[in-house]
């Protein structure tokens, strides 16, 4: 999944207007313009369409987290520069102050079932023996998840 199916998803799962998202980012220390955001959310084959950087995305999930769980005393979390599902994934999951239990039971409802040793593959150190990359089906079950959650349906 790239970063702008993930910022689509999430706008619509949390229904963030263009200033809801602008002022994300700005938690996270980066201005952006409606112009930038409304490029991010085009689809793939339109002309006006612009990449979200893995940066810009890091830093509107670190905005997210800001948001959600308040701001914490020192410097704004540096944004990473190259990012991962397993990342996106701890970033969500943090943000929305999920548990374990409370991830494996979004998976579980989207269709996907996962053991909690599994589950906690995903979070650990990428040098770590029992690390396991998260792929863009478990990514895309948890936004589904997500979505179920905070926006059942209209």
Same mark, same amino acid.
């Given at each position: ?59 509107? /999930?670190?905005?997210? +987290? =800001?948001? $959600?769980?308040? #701001?914490?005393?020192?410097? &704004?979390?540096?944004? !990473?520069?190259? /990012?991962?599902?397993? +990342? =996106?994934? $701890?970033?969500? #999951?943090?943000?929305?102050? &999920?548990?374990?239990? !409370? ?52």
């Amino acid at each position: 999944m790239t970063n702008n199916d993930v910022l689509r998803r999430l706008r619509y799962c949390f229904d963030f207007s263009d200033s809801k998202m602008i002022e994300l980012f700005e938690l996270a220390g980066l201005s952006v313009s409606r112009e930038d955001i409304s490029n991010w959310l085009k689809k793939d084959d339109d002309d006006a369409y612009i990449n979200c950087t893995d940066k810009q995305f890091a830093t509107f /999930l670190n905005g997210l +987290i =800001i948001d $959600r769980r308040g #701001k914490q005393d020192g410097p &704004l979390p540096e944004a !990473e520069k190259k /990012l991962s599902n397993n +990342i =996106i994934l $701890r970033k969500l #999951k943090i943000a929305l102050n &999920l548990q374990n239990d !409370e991830v494996l039971k979004m998976l579980t409802e989207s269709g996907l079932s996962l053991s909690k040793h599994e589950l906690s593959a995903f979070f650990r150190r990428a040098d770590h023996k029992h690390y396991r990359a998260c792929k863009d089906q478990v990514l895309r079950n948890f936004l589904q998840g997500i979505q179920a959650t905070f926006r059942p349906a209209d």
